[in-house]
């Protein structure tokens, strides 16, 4: 994880006064007063609202009640890369609904912040313990973030590092690059990418979310993976047992697309799709089942223990189907898909869609369109039969 370097020196010379709402006359930068109804410099407790473009030439400051309002339309940015914002306190907020761009945020002791647009950040987020960050635009650009606090996220929240030792709830779409979590995080809906993933905390994904990692992950903590739902890893995984105890309820489907250590516990009932060498040096208990891609039974090492229930690769799953056994004149979209799923292709056949369970679910003759609005939310396979082959292509429904 990168450092987390987050400027929180304010130097606006502003005095704390008797509380004004002060709104803005005309675009400009935030020191001068002709920009602003009180012909004043705005304090730090006063209730300011933006209608105009305005530019920030000094750091700023919200704290004893105070607010900042951007409206839509209006702007408020900074003049240089290195500029900063602190909404401190109980009552104190950040609301905006047009577009923000900043160096640095730090949002301590109670304060809120709420964005509906384009809030961009160059360099750090921090949310401090009691304060909360609702972001339902786009919350963009940012080099590190860090939450002691909450992050409600229901929109696009990316990217840089993410360290969360507060609570996160997300339903929309999180990036980052390293992704570690040492609180509680929870995602309903939507979906998570990071390069990394290292978990020693609570992390759950329900609803109709989805997780993709693109190198190695690590738990140390509780993973939770409803029914229907996937987390994908690309390269390595360990579950590991180095704190107080590291397991993973897996109901839905759970992807590693290169070797998989179990030093703990795997329990639930749904599947785990390993490529390459496994080993299980702990417990594995439920109705799980274990899919090793080198078909060599269950682990190809095992010293821990594997109750009656566990299966053997009895849904026959492969990772990275997509990348394996797709034809090149063969795509799919959107995907994820609500409830038409398109084809596009110029071949003829036919179609057999799957459920991770290995349950054929739908088929019928390959067209441009299929209808998909009776299947429930979760992660199926899509196999098309033509004159060139067989394409296996993993989506997800919504």
Request: hydrophobic share 35%; proline share 2%.
């Amino acid at each position: 994880m990168k450092r987390f370097s987050l400027i929180l020196t304010i130097i606006l010379p502003f005095a704390v006064l008797s509380q004004k709402t002060i709104t803005s006359i005309s675009n400009g930068i935030a020191s001068n007063p002709a920009v602003w109804d009180c012909q004043c410099f705005p304090a730090t407790n006063d209730k300011i609202i933006v209608n105009h473009n305005i530019t920030m030439n000094t750091n700023w400051l919200i704290s004893g009640g105070g607010s900042i309002v951007v409206n839509w339309g209006a702007s408020f940015n900074e003049d240089s890369q290195y500029r900063s914002i602190l909404i401190d306190g109980n009552g104190s907020r950040f609301v905006n609904h047009g577009t923000t761009k900043m160096t640095t945020f730090g949002v301590i002791n109670g304060a809120e912040v709420q964005n509906h647009y384009v809030l961009s950040l160059d360099s750090a987020l921090l949310v401090g313990i009691g304060s909360t960050y609702f972001n339902y635009g786009n919350t963009i650009d940012l080099d590190s973030t860090y939450i002691q606090g909450k992050l409600v996220n229901e929109g696009v929240f990316k990217k840089g590092d993410f360290l969360n030792d507060g609570t996160v709830i997300n339903s929309g779409y999180i990036r980052s690059d390293s992704l570690a979590n040492r609180g509680s995080f929870i995602s309903s809906a939507g979906n998570i990418e990071a390069y990394d993933f290292g978990n020693n905390g609570s992390f759950e994904i329900s609803g109709s979310s989805y997780m993709t990692v693109s190198n190695n992950s690590i738990n140390d903590g509780h993973i939770t993976i409803a029914a229907g739902r996937s987390i994908s890893i690309d390269n390595d995984f360990s579950n590991v047992n180095t704190n107080n105890g590291s397991n993973i309820y897996n109901d839905g489907l759970f992807e590693v697309g290169n070797n998989f250590l179990n030093m703990d516990t795997l329990r639930g009932s749904g599947i785990f799709c390993i490529s390459e060498s496994s080993a299980n040096h702990g417990v594995v208990i439920g109705t799980l089942d274990i899919c090793d891609n080198t078909g060599t039974g269950y682990f190809d090492i095992n010293t821990g223990t594997i109750a009656a229930g566990v299966t053997d690769c009895v849904s026959g799953c492969v990772v990275n189907v997509e990348e394996e056994k797709e034809l090149e004149n063969i795509s799919i979209y959107p995907n994820p898909v609500e409830n038409t799923l398109n084809i596009q292709t110029d071949l003829k056949g036919t179609f057999n869609i799957i459920d991770i369970t290995g349950n054929q679910v739908l088929n019928g003759q390959i067209t441009s369109k299929i209808d998909l609005s009776n299947l429930s939310p979760a992660i199926y396979f899509i196999q098309l039969n033509t004159q060139s082959g067989v394409s296996t292509i993993k989506f997800i429904k919504k």
